[in-house]
Every structure is written in structure tokens, then in C-alpha cells.
């Protein structure tokens, strides 16, 4: 079983250490420092690889910045339209930092 899911567009991104951050909602914001975390890919929850989590902090949309963009390997607008897009309507984020750690 895996812990987390990301798109599958994100996997590789993700495994190369350039995608560092993950914005989610309310729901996935109980993962704790320090916990290793089973990642999977969305479309089939195939298994890729194992993130550490560093840190886990409430941010509204509002607040981005070009930093959380860099974190994700994307721009600004670029990061706002897909939050948009997965997230509807909504301003009460979490910032998930982590760091890969394993792939097996
Ligand atoms: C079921 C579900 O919510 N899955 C998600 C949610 C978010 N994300 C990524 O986190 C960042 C900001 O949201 C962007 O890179 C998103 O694509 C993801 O890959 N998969």
C-alpha cells in the first residue's frame, strides 16, 4: 500500500529531485516530520519511490511565492493554474516539503 499519490506526469520530476514541495488540501495534511512515505502514482497506484517528510505548513494560494514555484519545478502561473485545477475553489493549503529517499 502506498501512503501518497502523486499525477504521473510528476513522477519523474520527482524521482530526479527537482519537485521537492507538494500543496494539498486539508485532508492530506496529517503526515509528520520525520515519517517516510510509500509514494504511488495516481493513475494506478503503482509504487515509485519512498519520500522523507521534512516539514508540513498551512499557506494560502494567496501566498505563494516564485520559491514554492521552484520547489515544484514549475512558474508561478504555472503552479496556480494546476492548484486550480485540482483544487477548485480553494485558498487553505498545505505545503509538504520533502526529500526522496529510497526507490525501492
Ligand atoms: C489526489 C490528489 O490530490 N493528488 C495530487 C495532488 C497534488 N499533486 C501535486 O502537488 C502540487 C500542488 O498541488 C502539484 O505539483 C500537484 O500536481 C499531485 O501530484 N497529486
Given at each position: 500500500m502506498n501512503d501518497i499519490t502523486f499525477f504521473q506526469r510528476f513522477e519523474a520530476d520527482i524521482v530526479a529531485g527537482r519537485k521537492t514541495i507538494t500543496l494539498r488540501d486539508e485532508a492530506e495534511s496529517h503526515f509528520l516530520p520525520g515519517q517516510r512515505l510509500r509514494v504511488g502514482r495516481y493513475?494506478?497506484?503503482v509504487y515509485f519511490c519512498t519520500i522523507e517528510v521534512i516539514s508540513v505548513a498551512p499557506v494560502l494560494l494567496s501566498e505563494l511565492t516564485d520559491e514554492h514555484a521552484r520547489q515544484e519545478n514549475m512558474t508561478l502561473p504555472q503552479l496556480k493554474e494546476v492548484i486550480g485545477e485540482i483544487y477548485?475553489?480553494?485558498n487553505e493549503l498545505y505545503v509538504i516539503s520533502f526529500e526522496r529517499v529510497a526507490t525501492n
Open positions: 493513475e494506478d497506484d477548485p475553489g480553494l
